[in-house]
């Protein structure tokens, strides 16, 4: 089954949100084609350091990296739901 843009990003919101507080696992392709994981809580709503600018691209998700952030600031990350190949969370897993 392929999933339209809209729907992919929607299904991973969807998940993301449902996972409450629970740890969330997106693995993903960055545009220069490697693999990345970024570990996150959902509920995390430090304040997002940067420009200020709000992202006008609705797959696009930023969250605060559960890893980085156990280092100090500077844990922001985002990624595109277009680019997603599987997230996880509470021995769920939703795959493309």
């Not at 729907?7 to 696992?25: E, P």
């Not at 930023?62 to 509470?90: E, I, T």
Request: glycine fraction near 8%.
């Amino acid at each position: 089954m392929t999933l339209s843009s809209i729907s992919k990003t929607n299904a991973i919101k969807s998940f993301i949100f449902n996972c409450g507080g629970n740890i969330v696992s997106v693995e993903f392709i960055k545009k220069d084609g490697t693999k990345r994981c970024i570990t996150f809580n959902p509920r995390d709503t430090k304040e997002i350091k940067g420009t200020g600018t709000n992202c006008t691209v609705p797959s696009i998700i930023r969250v605060r990296d559960f890893n980085l952030a156990k280092q100090g600031p500077g844990a922001w990350r985002s990624f595109d739901c277009d680019r997603v190949v599987k997230v996880k969370s509470m021995g769920e897993e939703l795959s493309f």
